[in-house]
Structure formats: C-alpha cells, structure tokens
C-alpha cells in the first residue's frame, strides 16, 4: 500500500547549521507531497507542497524537491533557527487518477527537531 | 480570521464513559477529517466526511462515532468501546474533492488531549 518514510529523529542542530529531513513515499502514479510543521501542543500547519514531478515546494526558507526518480521529498533549510525547533511531518495525497478521491493524506511518523542557540 | 476551532483543549475521561470532542470550522469547507496521534505513530486517520450527513470510516474507526449535520461542525464522541483512548486529537478541514485534487491542503485545528482518569 502507499507509505511515507521518515528519518527518525530527534535531529539536533546548533542555530545557523544547515537542515535535510529525509522523506520517501511508495505510491501508485503522481501523488501530491506535503511537509507539515507541529509546533509543541499545537496542530499541524503546512510548511510547503509539491503537486507534480520536479515542483519545488518553498516557504519560509524551507525547500523540498519532488523526486519522481528517488520517490523522494527532502526538507531543506540553509540555516535553521531556535524558532524552527518541531515536529515535521511528510505527508502524501493519492493521485486522483489512482484511487485518491478519498482525500486522505497519508503521513509519516514525524522528525522531532531540536534546535541549540 | 478563518480557521478551526477544537474543544476542550485537554478532556479526562472516567472508565467506561463517552466524551465528545468539538470541532468547528468557519472556512467553508466541505470535507472535513479527525486524526488520532500517538508518540512515534504520526497521525491515523479515525473518519472523514466530503459533505453533511455524510461520513466514511478511516483506518482506525473502532470506538468511535461522529456525526455530521451542519457544514461547520464535525464532532468526535470516543465511546467507552475504545480501550485505549489516551492520545491527541486533531481535527482538520479542505475545500472539497476538487481543490483537494488540485494540491489544497488540509487545515488543522490546534487539537485536544484526551487522557484517562
């Protein structure tokens, strides 16, 4: 069945160093890719997508590049922040061509990420 | 401003009693979905509903009901039937199948704690 696969954490990082949060997704034709950010005893809020092969989600200095190739969809920050320190979830929506007009998201488990002044 | 609203933001639940969870949105959104997250399981689709007066179980359906009789309501009851209902609930709406189909998001509300007395 569809999947998406992440990086177990916690990822710790000093304030300024450079972010990946690996993501992989097995799924049937073009699903649509997501990244979610969870700030503590909050829901989620969404970072940035991707609907196609190739797309480049961005916001907020986040970056993710859907990889058609390498079933794959990596969070990147050149410099991170105290303030980014969450939960980060991957997440990935049917292709409606393959069954998704159900609207479900699947998700991925989430990387708790910390980061150090 | 739009958005969703959950309550209570934290919820005790004795042995043997059913609770139900709030959740209300002012987006205009027809579909509408509650999540269940545990620690190191992402999220788990409990049900979701594209339209009032309908609904369609999830993953984990067991143990719980919802309803759905206005566009802007969509509340959760955990009844005594789920063993294990310690977890964090979040509720989350989108526009429709269509914009959904085109890469609109879900949006989420801040989530309540369910936990056992």
């Known amino acids: 069945g569809d999947s998406v696969t992440q990086m177990e954490g916690p990822v710790t990082l000093s304030e300024e160093a450079f972010l990946t949060i690996n993501c992989t997704y097995t799924?049937?034709?073009?699903?649509?890719l997501f990244w979610y950010v969870q700030y503590p005893g909050e829901g989620l809020q969404l970072l940035l997508k991707?609907?196609?092969?190739?797309d480049k989600g961005s916001n907020k200095g986040f970056e993710a590049t859907y990889r058609k190739e390498t079933t794959s969809f990596h969070l990147e920050k050149g410099s991170v922040q105290v303030s980014d320190s969450a939960v980060y979830f991957c997440a990935l929506r049917k292709s409606p061509v393959y069954g998704g007009a159900t609207n479900k998201l699947i998700f991925g488990t989430g990387t708790l990420l910390a980061v150090q002044p | 401003d739009g958005g969703i609203t959950q309550s209570p933001k934290y919820l005790f639940r004795k042995e043997g009693q059913n609770v139900t969870l709030s959740c209300e949105q002012n987006l205009n959104h027809d579909a509408m979905y509650w999540y269940r997250q545990d620690p190191g399981q992402g999220l788990r689709l409990i049900y979701y509903s594209q339209i009032v007066n309908d609904f369609q179980k999830g993953d984990i359906a067991e143990g719980y009901s919802v309803s759905r009789e206005k566009k802007e309501s969509f509340p959760l009851t955990v009844t005594s039937a789920q063993k294990n209902p310690t977890a964090f609930y979040l509720c989350a709406s989108s526009i429709d199948m269509t914009g959904f189909s085109l890469g609109q998001p879900q949006h989420f509300g801040d989530g309540t704690r369910l936990s056992i007395l």
């Open positions: 799924a049937t034709g073009y699903p649509s």
């Open positions: 991707a609907t196609k092969a190739d």
